[in-house]
């Protein structure tokens, strides 16, 4: 199953949010969310993903603000190999 990637810092107070959604469909629908306080909380759930969808089936969405934020943008690479 391919799946999309979503990773932000949240808005609204401290932390990370992090979403899996279904990327095959034309109607994608979230399968996973959750709020990280710590960049070592977001990497182990992220080598979760990886394992659980397969490394070749994570699309990252790649937003502004994440290719802006340089150790959040590094950790989501190494955790699910993405480029």
Known sequence: MRVL????RAKDGP??????WTSA???PRLLESK????MAALQVWLAGIATRYGR??????WTTSLK???QLAAAVRAGVDAS
Request: aromatic residues 8%.
């Open 25 to 27: 469909d034309d109607d």
């Open 15 to 20: 932390g990370i949010w992090a979403m899996v």
């Open 5 to 8: 990637l979503v990773v932000d």
């Open 35 to 38: 709020h990280f306080l710590g």
């Open 68 to 70: 802006s934020d340089d």
């Open 56 to 61: 070749s089936n994570i699309t990252v969405d």
